[in-house]
């Protein structure tokens, strides 16, 4: 991967600059099909699972050789990634647009002023690099799931920062898949990226409407569980160690009415036990307790 002849892009009006920025509007990226994804930690991460960037903006020094800059940039990524997730992709210093379709092709290496990645860059501290990934096929149909899985169902979650955070803790917690009904956030929302430091990209998901879901967890005979605060049902007399789908919904409504049945199935509430005065924990953080006291009840078994 070299870049060695290509100019630091400096102008904020550069069609290419010009592009990046409107893919930081969620409506405008949904409809390009692509998506950004900011700094070497969460690029790494998208690459292991076998995503391929189209392209990488690095920033240069001022006064900088910008394409040794570029050069070093590409050896930093390989370096971090391992050697291993870039070896199917095709050789060559230039982007082969016909490959971008099936995603074999040697991403540009692009340098940017600082200006101009603070400009492209989400947030306020810019943190080296942006890379642009076609937006990958999150459909049921390409989930492989063990016999037993653990699921969980994010129904109409409204923050992308506590999207990312449940991430985090499935990936930790060994959660099999993330469904996700199409009234959540966006999940390629740069908030949502960077609160999973990448582990979107490291657990199996899928989005699909509130039936689809249903449908699938119903075809595949997974239990559905619904987390609700006023559910009998305590989480730690539940057996969660069979194929099992917990749902959790939306920060400021719960799941209401939505999940009642599954298939035509009852679905069973479920709560976590609360001492305080408190009657409910933050999205994220339930997610967190009943995925680890479900991983604990399943290794346990």
């Not at 990634?81 to 971008?100: K, Q, Y």
């Amino acid at each position: 991967m070299t870049s060695s002849t290509r100019p630091i892009l400096r102008s904020h009006a550069n069609p290419t600059i010009r592009r990046l920025v409107r893919l930081r509007d969620n409506r405008r990226r949904r409809q390009s099909g692509r998506f950004l994804i900011d700094g070497w930690r969460e690029t790494a991460a998208a690459v292991q699972s076998g995503l391929c960037p189209e392209a990488v903006y690095v920033s240069a020094n001022p006064g900088s050789d910008s394409g040794k800059q570029a050069d070093a940039a590409a050896s930093d990524m390989v370096s971090a990634t391992g050697e291993a997730a870039w070896s199917d992709w095709l050789p060559g210093d230039e982007f082969d647009l016909d490959a971008r379709t099936v995603l074999k092709a040697t991403p540009i290496i692009q340098p940017v002023s600082p200006a101009v990645m603070s400009r492209i860059s989400y947030g306020q501290n810019a943190r080296g690099a942006v890379a642009e990934f076609l937006q990958p096929d999150w459909s049921l149909s390409r989930l492989d799931l063990p016999a037993s899985p653990l699921l969980l169902v994010l129904d109409s979650i409204e923050k992308p920062g506590n999207l990312g955070a449940v991430f985090r803790s499935a990936d930790a917690a060994g959660v099999d898949a993330i469904l996700i009904t199409g009234e959540s956030v966006d999940p390629f929302n740069a908030n949502a990226i960077r609160s999973s430091l990448g582990t979107l990209f490291t657990v199996p998901a899928a989005v699909a409407d509130r039936d689809q879901v249903a449908e699938f967890l119903n075809s595949r005979n997974i239990l559905a569980y619904a987390a609700r605060v006023e559910a009998a049902e305590l989480l730690w007399e539940c057996d969660l160690t069979g194929p099992v789908a917990v749902v959790l919904g939306s920060e400021a409504k719960g799941l209401g009415n939505h999940w009642r049945s599954c298939g035509g199935h009852p679905v069973r509430g479920i709560r976590i036990p609360m001492s305080g005065s408190t009657d409910s924990l933050n999205l994220s953080i339930s997610a967190a307790v009943i995925a680890f006291e479900a991983a604990r009840r399943r290794q346990s078994e």
